[in-house]
C-alpha cells in the first residue's frame, strides 16, 4: 500500500536517481537491523547500494543513540500523534546522514524476508564460511555449511543475520563486526536481485 508520510521526498518524473529505503526490522519492529538505501538510476538502469550501520551514532531526542534506535523512537511519536508512521524519524535520520533524498521505503521483518526468498525460490549462493552459532533467548540457531548452494527463506534469513560462532570466533570479513556483516549481506542482495 501507498503511505503519505511527512519526509519522503516526492519524485513526479519517476525518471532518472530514484531512491529506495530498505529497512529490515526485528521481531518486534521497535530496531531496524539493516538498513540500506538503494539508489536506482532510470537511465543507466544500474542500482547502487548504501547500507548504514545500524550502530552509527546519531544524536535522537537529546541523546546520542544507534541509528536502529530511530524506530522504537518513531513508533513512540506515533503513539504521541507526533508522526504519521514509525518509518519517518528513521528517513530524516538516513537523510542527513547521506545527504541524499528518499523517495520510497520498505519495511520488512524477518518473516517478511524469508517469504521474498521463498517467493523467488531461494537464491544460489556460494557461503563463505561454516557458520554456527545458537541464542536460545532469540530461538537463532545458524549451522551453515561453506560452498555453494541453494539457500531457501530461512538459510537466507540465518546467513545475513550471522555474526560470529558459538566459541566467539568471527571468520573473515565478520572480525570487522557489523561492517563484515554489510559486505556479506550487500553480496546476498546482488544474487537476490539477480
Known amino acids: 500500500s501507498t503511505l503519505e508520510i511527512d519526509g519522503l521526498d516526492w519524485d513526479g518524473a519517476q525518471v532518472g536517481m530514484v531512491n ?11 530496531r531496524s537491523d539493516t538498513i540500506m538505501l538503494f539508489s536506482v538510476d532510470g537511465y543507466s538502469n544500474r542500482i547502487n547500494v548504501l547500507s548504514l550501520p545500524r ?51 520498505m519495511t520488512v521483518d524477518f518473516d517478511g ?26 530461538g537463532l540457531h545458524i549451522h551453515l555449511k561453506a560452498g555453494q548452494q541453494h539457500l531457501n527463506g530461512q538459510q537466507a534469513h540465518d546467513f545475513v543475520r550471522f555474526r560470529h560462532n558459538n566459541d566467539g570466533s568471527a571468520p573473515g570479513e565478520y572480525v570487522m563486526g557489523d561492517e563484515g556483516r554489510i559486505y556479506w549481506q550487500q553480496e546476498f542482495m546482488e544474487k537476490l536481485q539477480k
Open 55 to 105: 550502530d552509527t551514532r546519531i544524536l535522537l531526542n537529546g541523546y546520542h543513540q544507534k541509528l536502529n534506535a530511530a524506530m522504537g523512537a518513531g513508533i513512540e511519536a506515533v503513539k504521541q500523534k507526533k508522526a504519521k508512521e514509525p518509518e519517518e524519524i528513521l528517513i530524516q535520520e538516513v537523510k542527513e546522514i547521506t545527504g541524499l533524498p528518499v523517495n520510497y521505503f
Open 20 to 30: 529506495i529505503l530498505l529497512i529490515g526490522v526485528d521481531d518486534d519492529g521497535t
Open 113 to 138: 524476508f524469508m517469504d521474498i526468498i521463498e517467493a523467488v525460490d531461494g537464491v544460489e549462493f556460494n557461503v563463505p564460511y561454516d557458520m554456527d552459532y545458537d541464542d536460545p533467548v532469540q
